[in-house]
């Protein structure tokens, strides 16, 4: 009889969490490993201007952009925005001028 699929697949599940647990746990305490785990802050527009090939490296279009921009910075001059970055978590932080 063929053995039931449930046991190899809790044990892979587990094994899956146990890396999860150790790459976090290493990352905590290695900034050097939480940015080749988690990657690092890139600028996506600095004083008013877009910087493509961030936005390319990041999968970023001008459209996504316009559209955080919308909804976090509150407005869709883009000359309004002296710095937006996307952060490590993947969410578009943006610093206005004054």
């Not at 290493?26 to 490993?33: E, L, N, P, Q, V």
């Not at 279009?61 to 937006?84: C, F, G, V, Y």
Request: no cysteine; hydrophobic share 40%.
């Amino acid at each position: 009889m063929d053995q039931p699929a449930f046991l190899p697949t809790l044990g892979s599940g587990f094994v899956l969490v146990l890396l999860h647990r150790l790459f976090g746990f290493t990352a905590f305490y290695s900034h050097a490993f939480g940015i080749v785990l988690k990657g690092k802050p890139a600028v996506l527009i600095q004083n008013g201007r877009l910087q493509h090939k961030n936005m390319l490296w990041n999968h970023i279009s001008e459209h996504d952009l316009q559209e955080d921009m919308r909804l976090e910075a509150k407005t869709d001059d883009l000359s309004k925005i002296r710095t937006a970055r996307v952060e490590r978590s993947g969410d578009i932080s943006f610093i206005k001028t004054e």
